[in-house]
């Protein structure tokens, strides 16, 4: 698996004092923001095959959700003014930054949530078998001198930390094991901290499609945030325990602002184009602190956030329209000169129109919007994080969102064999790479 990334300067250490004045430093067998290279998740398997092309999926209707179904308080179990901040920022978030839950098609038949029965694993979903076998078929090509640039099929992580367990997959899709092309998703878990302080970090990218980087990239956005959360962690779950929301939201916004422009950077290094070296990213934070239930979601691109509540899903994915915040560079955003890009003349400030002697400007591609959401989270809930392509069979096959809701509405989660089990279920038409990020709370 390709690990890229530099080391910041010292220039850029001031940049990080500035915006999180944080100078605590790692001290115990945790995640070094430093050595992310040797944090990613490991335990390599390997897992099905499935056709090369993809049906179109049109999601299925948003409606208004059941009634009481907003995020909940904070338990009573925490401090008066923790459990105070936690219903401020639990309002906040149901008013602002997040749509309503809509539920996703499917309820499990015949499963009371609760009851411990899981329905029984399966190989696929759907209308019938995907085109291919369910394993892989070729390795992606190797270079002697560039080993380190491979990429393992499937690679897989787990955790229990305070009230949540945490499963986290990525698994090559089937069209890339047939075509033996790399994985183009990427996975980071790591752990900064210790003992109650301690704050977990899942982060997920999927490198641009058709794009010989691709997995370089979504490894090096990986990489980055990584690094950023880490050396900002002790202040972000002091934020997240104090439910600072606008705090939050604003540093993660600039650490995902830096993190996506170092992928400008490096195309500019190689000589290709910023949107051939891009990736989507997605990041989970938690906190390892028993009392605290804050989750916080947040990120850069397509994928899928989704919460199974009372044995049915729902799709809480931030939509665009109801984004607030600037676009995150790397992604489109427009030049700096006015805050919308134009050009302005000195006097008047009426946007200078082309000149007729020199050729007009490349369009500048679309923008992408920060992605936010704290949220306060129930036991028995299951948090799911994902990238499109499990977001997009779980929107549009309605049997696998059945499927799912009977293997984890059990009492516990399953283990880590059973969740790759879980993940890696087909549907005929979705054939790309899989990256899921799963929490069950207790």
């Known amino acids: 698996m390709s690990q890229q990334g530099g080391t910041p ?4 250490d001031d940049w990080w004092r500035q915006l999180y ?3 605590t430093q790692d001290t115990g067998p945790t995640a070094a923001p430093d050595t992310l290279d040797d944090r990613f998740a490991s335990a390599v398997g390997t897992v099905s095959d499935r056709a090369p092309e993809r049906e179109p999926v049109v999601p299925p209707p948003r409606t208004a959700p059941p009634p009481g179904d907003g995020l909940p308080a904070a338990p009573a179990a925490d ?24 539920p996703v098609p499917g309820r499990a038949p015949h499963l009371p949530p609760g009851t411990g029965r899981a329905a029984p694993a399966v190989d696929y979903v759907g209308s019938g078998p995907p085109t291919y076998d369910a394993e892989p078929t070729a390795l992606p090509p190797a270079d002697p001198d560039d080993l380190d640039d491979l990429v393992a ?12 367990t945490l499963r986290a997959v990525s698994l090559r899709g089937d069209s890339a094991r047939y075509r033996g092309e790399p994985r183009r998703d990427s996975l980071l878990t790591a752990r900064f901290g210790t003992g109650e302080n301690a704050l977990l970090l899942v982060a997920m990218a999927t490198g641009a499609r058709a794009t010989p980087g691709a997995h370089r990239a979504a490894a090096e956005a990986c990489h980055w945030i990584g690094r950023a959360v880490g050396r900002s962690h002790a202040r972000l779950a002091a ?9 939050l939201k604003s ?12 992928l400008r950077a490096s195309a500019a290094e190689q000589g290709v184009e910023p949107e051939e070296y891009a990736a989507t990213l997605r ?7 028993p009392d605290c239930r804050t989750r916080v979601f947040f990120g850069v691109g397509a994928g899928g956030l989704f919460r199974l509540r009372d044995g049915e899903w729902q799709d809480i994915e931030p939509r665009v329209a109801d984004v607030v915040g600037e676009a995150v560079m790397g992604f489109g955003s427009l030049p700096a000169e006015t805050p919308d890009g134009d050009r302005l003349t000195m006097d008047l400030g009426i946007p200078t129109p082309p000149s007729p002697y020199e050729p007009a400007p490349p369009p500048e591609p679309p923008r992408e919007p920060f992605r936010f959401r704290a949220s306060v989270a129930r036991p028995g809930d299951t948090l799911l994080m994902c990238t499109g392509g499990l977001a997009e069979p779980l929107r549009g096959e309605a049997e696998l969102a059945r499927h799912l809701i009977g293997r984890w509405s059990g009492p516990t989660p399953p283990g880590l064999a059973a969740f790759l089990a879980d993940a890696q279920v087909r ?4 054939a790309d790479d899989r990256t899921a990020a799963a929490v069950w709370e207790a």
């Open 239 to 247: 934020d997240i325990r104090a439910a600072r929301r606008g705090d």
């Open 283 to 289: 990041c989970l934070l938690l906190p390892a602190d």
């Open 251 to 262: 540093g993660l916004h600039r650490l995902t602002d830096r993190s996506l422009g170092k």
């Open 79 to 102: 401090p008066p003014a923790r459990a105070a901040g936690h219903r401020a920022a639990d309002a906040a978030d149901a008013a602002e930054v997040a749509p309503a839950p809509v």
């Open 21 to 23: 004045d944080d100078s």
């Open 427 to 430: 549907v005929k038409g979705y």
């Open 153 to 164: 099929d499937t690679v897989l992580d787990g955790a229990r930390y305070g009230a949540c």
């Open 9 to 12: 300067t010292g220039h850029e």
